[in-house]
Nanobody, 115 residues
Framework: VQLVESGGGLVQPGGSLRLSCAAS????????MTWYRQASGKERELVAA????????NYADSVKGRFTISRDNAKNTVYLQMNALKPEDTAVYYC?????????WGQGTQVTVSS
């Protein structure tokens, strides 16, 4: 299993970014996917999750209405569209899947929201 995130960077408050997570090594369309984030000095927290078919999504209260998780099963990729970014969204964002009872994480992509 391999998860590779991309799309992070430096953005001003109020700006947007779209993160991508390319997955391989398992049947992507059969598994739910999750985005987590970890800010410096804080615990890792769930940001958004999506079902295998993409029809069910869940969000942390702190990002509801601003972030959108989606997936393209033909491309084995899950996305996180982040709008109206705030400085408190600054963190390393990780892609996650639980496959055959084992947890897999990507390497993370840094998102920094600052003026």
């Amino acid at each position: 299993v391999q998860l590779v995130e991309s799309g992070g960077g430096l953005v001003q408050p109020g700006g947007s970014l779209r993160l991508s997570c390319a997955a391989s090594g398992f049947t992507f369309s059969a598994y739910g996917m999750t985005w987590y984030r970890q800010a410096s000095g804080k615990e890792r927290e769930l940001v958004a999750a999506i079902s295998s078919a993409g029809d069910i999504t869940n969000y942390a209260d702190s990002v509801k209405g601003r972030f959108t998780i989606s997936r393209d099963n033909a491309k084995n990729t899950v996305y996180l569209q982040m709008n109206a970014l705030k400085p408190e969204d600054t963190a390393v964002y990780y892609c996650f899947v639980r496959y055959r009872y084992k947890d897999y994480w990507g390497q993370g992509t840094q998102v920094t929201v600052s003026s």
